[in-house]
Each structure stands twice: as structure tokens, then as C-alpha cells.
């Protein structure tokens, strides 16, 4: 059975309002300057540690703590699913491709909104990082995935909007598909296998790159 692993934030569902504002109210919190939510978009998709180490945050778990104390309660659902994804999904699973989730966000959080946005029906398996970090670097996400599966990473394929997700797929042995519609650039989008540029494109794209 052929899979495709599925990017959340940027690629189903448009996160900006809850990740960016909870990172506004960590850096307020610790009394840091704060960019406008627009200048944060490059914070969707790495992890919050990467995120917050690169800002130069003095206690970047400390910022990660605060940004939960936000998300947990009102971030979450500050989200809203991209147009025509659940047609996608739908066509996808119609013809009988095997979806998983592959995130950055920890799967604590990722589950509650695959199923809020209803999502959830359509994934085998949903694969983040545990609260703690583990398993923050997606290629080490996703070589979790496929050990624990047996998927062959030859009859899969990553679908996301960053350079984490190409990256990651490519230290598997997995081709990728960069979506435009996130959050990423034409210069990460060049290190996949092939641009989707709407997500009604999607499945003829996937049948492209991992026909059945």
C-alpha cells in the first residue's frame, strides 16, 4: 500500500493566529520584544525550541512553557482547515492511499486538532514529538514512523510547506511534495520533488510522483 505522510501546520490546516500570538505572549511574558504576529510566520513548521533558540531567547524552555500556557487554552483552535483539503483527502483515500500525519507540533496537541477539524478519519497513524522534544528533528520523526509501521519509505511520499519536511523525507529515502500554500518559499520548495501549488491539485499530484 502506497503512503503519503502529512505535514498539520501550513499544509492541512493554517495555524498563523494561535502559534503566532502564543509566541507574542511568551515573549511579552518575559518581557522581550515582540515582533508584529506577520513578521513571525517563519516560526510555523521548525520546532518551538529551534524557534525560540533562534530568536536568541535566554531560557528558550522556559519560552516554550510560556507559549503553551497560551496555546493549550486558546491557541489551538486559533486555526482554520485550507479549501478543499477534505476533498483532497477524501480522493485520496478513495483511492485506497494510506494517509499519517508527520508534525513538529507534539501529537498531544496534533490529535486534538485532527479530530476537532475532522481530520483525524482519514490518517492511519498520526506521528509529533512528545511534550518533552523528543523526536523534535523530523527526519528522526519520521524514521520513528516508518520502524514502528514497517512502512517502506520507497512507497511513500512527505507532503508539507517547509524545508524540514523535504529535508527530513530525503534522509529517509522518501520523495517529497512542497505545497504553496503554507508558510514556506520558493527556494525550500525547490528542494522537493514536486511543487502543488492548490490542494485540488493534490491527489493528481501524489498519483504523479507515487502512482498506485
Not at 8 to 11: A, F, I, K, Q, S
Given at each position: 500500500m502506497k503512503t503519503v505522510f502529512l505535514d498539520?501546520?501550513?499544509?492541512l490546516t493554517d495555524p498563523k493566529i494561535g502559534i503566532t500570538k502564543s509566541f507574542i505572549h511568551a515573549l511579552e511574558k518575559l518581557d522581550l520584544p515582540a515582533p508584529h504576529m506577520d513578521e513571525l510566520e517563519?516560526?510555523?513548521g521548525p520546532s518551538l525550541m529551534d524557534s525560540f533558540t533562534r530568536m536568541q531567547v535566554p531560557d528558550?524552555?522556559?519560552a516554550i512553557n510560556l507559549?503553551?500556557?497560551r496555546y493549550t487554552s486558546v491557541g489551538l483552535f486559533e486555526n482554520s482547515l485550507y479549501s478543499d483539503i477534505i476533498p483532497a483527502l477524501e480522493q485520496l483515500q478513495g483511492a485506497d492511499y494510506r494517509m499519517c500525519l508527520a508534525t513538529a507540533k507534539?501529537?498531544?496537541y496534533a490529535r486534538k486538532i485532527t479530530a476537532h477539524f475532522g481530520i483525524a478519519p482519514f490518517l492511519n497513524h498520526e506521528f509529533g514529538p512528545e511534550l518533552d522534544g523528543t523526536r523534535n528533528n523530523?527526519?528522526?520523526l519520521l524514521a520513528h514512523a516508518l520502524e514502528l509501521t514497517g512502512i517502506d519509505p520507497a512507497q511513500s511520499v512527505m507532503v508539507g510547506d517547509r524545508h524540514h519536511d523535504f529535508d527530513a523525507a530525503r534522509a529517509v529515502g522518501m520523495k517529497a511534495v512542497a505545497v504553496t500554500w503554507g508558510y514556506g518559499s520558493a527556494e525550500e520548495w525547490a528542494t522537493a520533488d514536486v511543487v502543488c501549488e492548490v490542494p485540488q491539485d493534490?491527489?493528481?499530484v501524489i498519483r504523479e510522483?507515487?502512482?498506485l
Open positions: 498539520l501546520d501550513g499544509t517563519w516560526v510555523i528558550p524552555q522556559l507559549y503553551r500556557e507534539p501529537h498531544a523530523k527526519a528522526d493534490l491527489p493528481a510522483i507515487l502512482p
